[in-house]
């Protein structure tokens, strides 16, 4: 995707893709490319909460400073 989505946008999308791959009726053909997909949402939604809590971790021992 060439625009950045928000962290609630990629977890919308990813709880989508469970969904869909949880169903019995999810086409063979549509899986590997799904799967690849979660994947990918996985690592950019842990990157960007590791980065979140870095920063916000950072903001509370300059307040207590």
């Not at 009726?25 to 690849?36: F, R, S, T």
Request: aromatic share 2%; proline share 2%; net charge negative.
């Amino acid at each position: 995707m060439t625009e950045e989505l928000t962290y609630s946008q990629m977890l919308t999308e990813l709880e989508g893709i469970v969904d869909a791959v949880s169903r019995d009726d999810c086409p063979v053909d549509e899986l590997e490319h799904k799967v690849q997909r979660a994947a990918q949402l996985i690592k950019t939604l842990r990157e960007r909460l590791e980065k979140t809590g870095k920063s916000v971790s950072e903001m509370l021992t300059e307040i207590e400073n």
